[in-house]
């Protein structure tokens, strides 16, 4: 039985992001947008894609956006993109990994996400919990 006075939440996130977008800045910046925005794991990752790997890097540039939104920083106050990774388990269950200052500040969370796309269209939800 879950004891429901333990569980607090203490962020919501949610972001709707244009694949479209992430493939133009792609194509536009190249590896300096990339390697500023994801971590090497999901550049690794979504790059098994090959055509289609766009739908993959917009849905962690969606994720990356609700766990800033959950956060209640956005992109300020010294959020680094790079320091939010998304990997999947071998279900294909998405987690995220926190490195350098998130991690110090935010590693005690429990983090919920929920990532789906289309080929126009990325959408992620993130719970946070204490």
């Known amino acids: ?5 333990r569980i607090m939440i203490y962020g919501i996130g949610t972001d709707l ?3 479209n977008r992430i493939k133009q800045s792609i194509e536009k910046y190249g590896e300096k947008f ?8 999901e550049i690794a990752y979504c790059d098994l894609f090959n055509d289609k790997k ?14 800033s939104k959950a956060i209640g920083t956005g992109f300020a106050e010294g959020f680094k993109l790079n320091e939010v990774g998304i990997i999947n388990e071998s279900s294909g269950k ?5 490195f ?5 500040k935010y590693s005690q969370l429990t983090v919920h ?15 946070l919990e204490i």
């Open 54 to 67: 766009y739908v993959h890097y917009a849905a962690r540039f969606a994720a990356k956006e609700a766990f």
């Open 34 to 41: 990339v390697s500023r925005v994801f971590t090497p794991t």
């Open 17 to 19: 992001c244009e694949v």
């Open 113 to 127: 996400i929920s990532l789906s796309h289309t080929d126009d269209n990325a959408h992620a939800y993130l719970i």
């Open 1 to 5: 039985m879950i004891n429901k006075s």
């Open 100 to 104: 350098g200052s998130l991690k110090e």
């Open 94 to 98: 998405p987690y995220i990994e926190l």
